[in-house]
Nanobody
Framework: QVQLVESGGGLVQAGGSLRLSCAAS????????MGWFRQAPGKEREFVAT????????YYSDSVKGRFTISRDNAKNTVYLQMNSLKPEDTAVYYC??????????????????WGQGTQVTVSS
């Protein structure tokens, strides 16, 4: 069992930056693939980024590529999402998720086994 707790969300102006953190419980964190998803009001939850168990592979959605960076610190059981050049369309609740499959292009919701409760990110224009 893995519990995930996101933090770092908030209100920021367009062009600004935020860093989200996701702290995981459990001794097997380092074996999980991790991902970030987001859900805007009235929209489906969508893939943002994923990172393999050892940080060796990362993938991003086209909408955030070049602006967001996913990383992890297995010693701290934490995964991060650095978000730069934020846009109003980035406004959403951001969720982190853990996948028993430690690697691969983990872009689908059904590929993940555990989810956090989410943290709100609001970008003002």
């Amino acid at each position: 069992q893995v519990q995930l707790v996101e933090s770092g969300g908030g209100l920021v102006q367009a062009g600004g930056s935020l860093r989200l953190s996701c702290a995981a419980s459990g001794r097997t964190f380092s074996s999980y693939g991790m991902g970030w998803f987001r859900q805007a009001p009235g929209k489906e939850r969508e893939f943002v980024a994923t990172i393999s168990w050892n940080g060796g592979n990362t993938y991003y959605s086209d909408s955030v590529k070049g602006r967001f960076t996913i990383s992890r610190d297995n010693a701290k059981n934490t995964v991060y999402l650095q978000m730069n050049s934020l846009k109003p369309e980035d406004t959403a609740v951001y969720y982190c998720a853990a996948a028993l499959s430690g690697t691969g292009y983990l872009r689908l919701l059904r590929q993940y086994d555990y989810w956090g409760q989410g943290t709100q990110v609001t970008v003002s224009s």
